[in-house]
T-cell receptor, first 119, second 110 residues
Framework: DAGVIQSPRHEVTEMGQEVTLRCKPISGHDYLFWYRQTMMRGLELLIY????????DSGMPEDRFSAKMPNASFSTLKIQPSEPRDSAVYFC?????????????????FGDGTRLSIL | KNEVEQSPQNLTAQEGEFITINCSYS?????LHWLQQHPGGGIVSLFMLSSGKKKHGRLIATINIQEKHSSLHITASHPRDSAVYICAVRGRQGAQKLVFGQGTRLTINP
C-alpha cells in the first residue's frame, strides 16, 4: 500500500503567485480531506470530498482557495493569489467506511504534507 | 473556549516513566482519534475509539463518553515516543469532519 502521496513536499514562492498542491489518496478510499497546520491554529480542516464531490468546504479561508477532485485518485488545492499568511503545512488525508455488524470508519491516513512558504 | 482541550501542552519525562495525556471535549461525538506527529512532520493515526479502552503495544487509549474525556497512556516510555500527540473528535450523525486539539508535545529523555 503506497499510502497517501502529496506533492510537492516543499514549496517556496513569492506572494501573488499561484500555488497548486497535489494529492493522491489511497486506492479504494472514497473520502479525501485537506488540512492546514500552523503554529497558531494547529490542524484545521479546509475541505473534504466524498466520491469526488465536495461535502464541507466551510474551512476554506477565502475565495483565494479552491479545491478540486476530478477523479478518485487525484485532488488539488489551489491558492491564487498566495499571501504570506498562507504559509503553513498542508496535509491531505483519505479514509473510507467499513461495515461489519454496523457501519464504522477507518482512521484517516495522512500524507507527509506540503510545507508551503510564501515570501 | 476550544471544543477540544488537551493537557498538558508540553510534557518532559525520563525514559521508562508512565505517561498520561488528557483530552476533554465539549460537544457530542461519534468517535475520538489520537494522532501522533513526529518531528519530521508526518501524522499517524494511533487510535480511533468511541467507547471503553483500546491497547496497542505500550499505548493505551481510554474514553469516558459521559464525562467527555479521553486519556492516552504510554507505558515504559522511550525516547522514540517523543512526538506531538493530537486528540481529534468527530461529531455525531456520522460526520467526517474532525476537530483537533492543540496537541501535547512529549519529550522523553534517555
Amino acid at each position: 500500500d503506497a499510502g497517501v502521496i502529496q506533492s510537492p513536499r516543499h514549496e517556496v514562492t513569492e506572494m501573488g503567485q499561484e500555488v497548486t498542491l497535489r494529492c493522491k489518496p489511497i486506492s479504494g478510499h472514497d473520502y479525501l480531506f485537506w488540512y492546514r497546520q500552523t503554529m497558531m491554529r494547529g490542524l484545521e480542516l479546509l475541505i473534504y470530498f466524498n466520491n469526488n464531490v465536495p461535502i464541507d468546504d466551510s474551512g476554506m479561508p477565502e475565495d483565494r482557495f479552491s479545491a478540486k477532485m476530478p477523479n478518485a485518485s487525484f485532488s488539488t488545492l489551489k491558492i491564487q493569489p498566495s499571501e504570506p499568511r498562507d504559509s503553513a503545512v498542508y496535509f491531505c488525508a483519505s479514509s473510507t467506511r467499513v461495515s461489519g455488524g454496523g457501519l464504522d470508519w477507518q482512521p484517516q491516513h495522512f500524507g507527509d504534507g506540503t510545507r508551503l512558504s510564501i515570501l | 473556549k476550544n471544543e477540544v482541550e488537551q493537557s498538558p501542552q508540553n510534557l518532559t519525562a525520563q525514559e521508562g516513566e508512565f505517561i498520561t495525556i488528557n483530552c476533554s471535549y465539549s460537544v457530542g461525538i461519534s468517535a475520538l482519534h489520537w494522532l501522533q506527529q513526529h518531528p519530521g512532520g508526518g501524522i499517524v493515526s494511533l487510535f480511533m475509539l468511541s467507547s471503553g479502552k483500546k491497547k496497542h503495544g505500550r499505548l493505551i487509549a481510554t474514553i469516558n463518553i459521559q464525562e467527555k474525556h479521553s486519556s492516552l497512556h504510554i507505558t515504559a516510555s522511550h525516547p522514540r515516543d517523543s512526538a506531538v500527540y493530537i486528540c481529534a473528535v468527530r461529531g455525531r450523525q456520522g460526520a467526517q469532519k474532525l476537530v483537533f486539539g492543540q496537541g501535547t508535545r512529549l519529550t522523553i529523555n534517555p
